[in-house]
């Protein structure tokens, strides 16, 4: 897999400190987008599984999947999320600019979101910009319970 960089201990990717992964690659252009080098899927740096796996098991934080749009890569994420839970039954949050309901229902993705436990969806808008909302940029990002939304078949939020 590519990744850019693997942040250790870091406090603005999710609740708690955790270990952010920003992977190489993304689609979605926002204007105003923080890692506009991210999109580049040749940025970044080849590596293995074993390699992030170390970095993880090493500090014992949380995970979050970061880019970059981890679903880019959503194959070798799959397989990387499906180790960190076998392994070491961390909680994972991933973002993504992607809507719940162009998630859910595709079948590259699916697999990795039911491995997740939180994901943050939907494009970063530079109208609705809020520097005021914890763990996401824009108004319109949702931070989802995704065990509880596919249970009941609808978007249930996290409450923070
Ligand atoms: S989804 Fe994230 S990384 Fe991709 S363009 Fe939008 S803000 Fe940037």
């Not at 960089?5 to 609740?15: A, K």
């Not at 991933?94 to 993705?109: A, K, L, Q, S």
């Not at 039911?114 to 970063?124: G, H, Q, R, Y």
């Not at 824009?138 to 596919?150: A, E, F, P, T, Y």
Request: negative net charge.
């Amino acid at each position: 897999m590519r990744i850019l960089n693997i942040v250790e201990g870091t406090s603005v990717d999710g609740p708690g400190l955790r270990t952010s992964i920003y992977f190489s690659g993304c689609t979605h252009k926002c204007e105003g987008c923080h890692n506009p080098q991210s999109w580049d899927y040749e940025a970044g740096k080849e590596t293995t599984l074993e390699e992030v796996m170390k970095v993880i098991e090493y500090n014992g934080f949380p995970v979050t999947f970061s880019g970059g749009d981890p679903f880019f890569q959503a194959e070798d994420v799959t397989v990387l999320a499906r180790e960190i839970k076998s392994r070491l039954g961390k909680n994972i949050w991933c973002y993504t600019g992607y809507r719940w309901e162009n998630v859910v229902d595709n079948p590259r993705f699916r697999p990795l979101l039911e491995t997740i436990d939180v994901l943050v969806d939907s494009p970063f808008i530079l109208a609705q910009r809020d520097i005021s909302l914890r763990f996401r940029g824009s108004g319109n990002q949702r931070i989802i319970d995704v065990k509880q939304s596919l249970a009941k078949g609808e978007v249930v939020l996290v409450d923070m």
